[in-house]
T-cell receptor
């Protein structure tokens, strides 16, 4: 069965550094999402992406964050200058067209900012 | 704004017994979707069960069933005949029927299954 994959599984970076989290959605899916979960807190929506543009973003998704689908298969989340509070698990998800279709999630990338 | 609350951070159940995980939500909309996702350790979230708000009948998937109380805005998950493989984090999620269909999650309930 097709799966969403994410790399790396764990990323450690220093404050102020740029990180890129990578996701490979399911191949025929058209809608893509990033969520994050700070330890012990809710899974929070960051951004949704469709037709090569952002369709919705949350308040968390400020100018530090950007998303891209560079090659038709990868979907990336970039954090330009990481902060301690960016430490979290980041989940990528994708889904097919139509409101009834559920999202399929990747295993997550644990980002640790030191 | 919609919110989802899971008031049980952790639950335990004996193997072969039944356990119910609670979820409440708040919304002003009349039509929406509710989900339970399971996240085993170090694995991705997978869909357990889905409920459309316009359907009065409670969804069932094998050993998993929900008790959907729309007026009370309650959506609990019942796991019957619990198995060791059911041990995981369980997330309740809400999705609108319009817009970007983003999910709004609860904080999760960690389920331990005791042999």
């Amino acid at each position: 069965e097709p799966e969403v994959t994410q790399t790396p599984s764990h990323q450690v970076t220093q404050m102020g550094q740029e990180v890129i989290l990578r996701c490979v959605p399911i191949s025929n899916h058209l809608y893509f999402y990033w969520y994050r979960q700070i330890l012990g807190q809710k899974v929070e929506f960051l951004v949704s992406f469709y037709n090569n543009e952002i369709s919705e973003k949350s308040e968390i998704f400020d100018d530090q964050f950007s998303v891209e689908r560079p090659d038709g298969s990868n979907f990336t989340l970039k954090i330009r200058s990481t902060k301690l509070e960016d430490s979290a698990m980041y989940f990528c998800a994708s889904r097919n067209t139509g409101p009834t279709y559920e999202q399929y999630f990747g295993p997550g990338t644990r980002l640790t900012v030191t | 704004a919609q919110t989802v609350t899971q008031s049980q951070p952790e639950m335990s159940v004996q193997e072969a017994e039944t356990v119910t995980l609670s979820c409440t939500y708040d919304t002003s909309e009349s039509d929406y979707y509710l989900f339970w996702y399971k996240q085993p350790p170090s694995r991705q979230m997978i869909l357990v069960i889905r409920q459309e708000a316009y359907k009065q009948q409670n969804a069932t998937e094998n050993r998993f069933s929900v008790n959907f109380q729309k007026a009370a805005k309650s959506f609990s998950l019942k796991i019957s005949d619990s198995q060791l493989g059911d041990a995981a984090m369980y997330f309740c999620a809400y999705k609108r029927t319009s817009g970007t269909y983003k999910y709004i999650f609860g904080t999760g309930t960690r389920l331990k299954v005791l042999a």
